[in-house]
């Protein structure tokens, strides 16, 4: 675990909020040099607090008004392997996260959809079909909001 001073929690807030920033604006704005902000996060992506890379999607003005978490039960668990009902799930492009859980599901599901029609419609054609489920419990998010954690 890395150690972390208060400019470098402001630096990680910082990015959290908008990755794109150079580190000349980034300095700017903790009253650093652009060397010395670069030189924090390029100690910060050493150390991993950094994940990949990625793209956060507007999933709306894509078409996918409709996003929904699934709680899935297992029917069996002898019967169907762990890696058999991941591999499945992981195919189906409307699942955006799978979680293996503790606690009433065996699995946590981030499903996005079009709208409820098309969200009933991967529901029975896919997720209900898949190797080993048993119950399925649906939640629809109504609102979001991404926070930046605990620094």
């Avoid at 040099?33 to 003005?61: C, H, M, Y």
């Avoid at 409307?94 to 029609?117: I, K, M, N, S």
Wanted: proline fraction near 5%; aromatic fraction near 6%.
């Amino acid at each position: 675990m890395i150690e972390l001073d208060d400019i470098d929690r402001q630096l990680v807030l910082a990015l959290c909020k908008d990755a794109t920033q150079s580190a000349g604006a980034l300095g700017r704005e903790l009253g650093l040099s652009q060397p010395a902000t670069w030189r924090r996060i390029k100690r910060l992506k050493d150390a991993g607090v950094f994940g990949p890379r990625r793209v956060d999607l507007n999933l709306e003005a894509l078409g996918f008004g409709v996003t929904v978490f699934l709680g899935v039960k297992l029917a069996t668990k002898g019967r169907v392997s762990l890696e058999d009902f991941e591999r499945a799930v992981r195919a189906i492009p409307e699942v955006q996260t799978v979680q293996h859980v503790l606690g009433l599901f065996d699995y946590r599901l981030r499903v996005v959809a079009q709208d409820l029609p098309d969200f009933e419609r991967v529901l029975r054609r896919r997720i209900m079909t898949l190797p080993g489920v048993g119950n399925v419990e649906a939640n629809v998010v109504l609102s979001e909001e991404l926070l930046p954690g605990p620094l």
